[in-house]
T-cell receptor
């Protein structure tokens, strides 16, 4: 079974721009969660989508948004980028039935200049 | 609040056992996890333990849970250079998300 894939793997953007990151979960998994990883704050939960609905949300500003499509693929969008948004963005998928087993993709490394 | 603490560094010699420790705050966590992250990679789920268990063994990995002290440990037997990575302890938060510690960087010296 193919693992979680994320595209692009690396991205460089300028402050003020917006960015869209994509995540394809493991086949058959219906839940996708997004996390931000930075050296200072560590791993922080952004949001979770299940069956195209946002199920949970972490403490991030409204500039961070996401969505999930009918095939369970998910995108997250960050608008009006700030330097502090530079991070590794990880997505994780789980089946829903065994929700607690989350499998992570390789991440998208976003650099904001 | 929900918080997970773990030491930042551990150095061992190849062939020795490694023990990585973690403390957590949410006693209602149903599952506790260990993830591994190698340089430039995502997180790999190593193992997890159900909160009503004391111990779980999986090949070279042994997880010990002391629920009274909210202490979790991961023992890696016969540590190899390929085990060098950052190890994250995580608990399940109130929203069902994972709450991670800052990670323990394991260095294995030949």
């Amino acid at each position: 079974k193919a693992g979680v894939t994320q595209t692009p793997r690396y991205l460089i953007k300028t402050r003020g721009q917006q960015v869209t990151l994509s995540c394809s979960p493991i086949s058959g998994h219906r839940s996708v969660s997004w996390y931000q990883q930075t050296p200072g704050q560590g791993l922080q939960f952004l949001f979770e989508y299940f069956s195209e609905t946002q199920r949970n949300k972490g403490n991030f500003p409204g500039r961070f948004s996401g969505r999930q499509f009918s095939n369970s693929r998910s995108e997250m969008n960050v608008s009006t980028l700030e330097l502090g948004d530079s991070a590794l963005y990880l997505c994780a998928s789980s089946s829903g039935q065994v929700r607690h087993e989350q499998y992570f993709g390789p991440g998208t490394r976003l650099t904001v200049t | 609040g929900e918080d997970v603490e773990q030491s930042l560094f551990l150095s061992v010699r190849e062939g020795d056992s490694s023990v990585i420790n973690c403390t957590y705050t949410d006693s209602s966590s149903t599952y506790l996890y260990w993830y591994k992250q190698e340089p430039g990679a995502g997180l790999q789920l190593l193992t997890y333990i159900f909160s009503n268990m004391d111990m779980k063994q999986d090949q070279r990995l042994t997880v010990l849970l002391n629920k009274k002290d909210k202490h979790l440990s991961l023992r890696i037997a016969d540590t190899q250079t390929g085990d060098s990575a950052i190890y994250f302890c995580a608990e399940t938060g109130s929203q069902g998300n994972l709450i991670f510690g800052k990670g323990t960087k394991l260095s294995v010296k030949p």
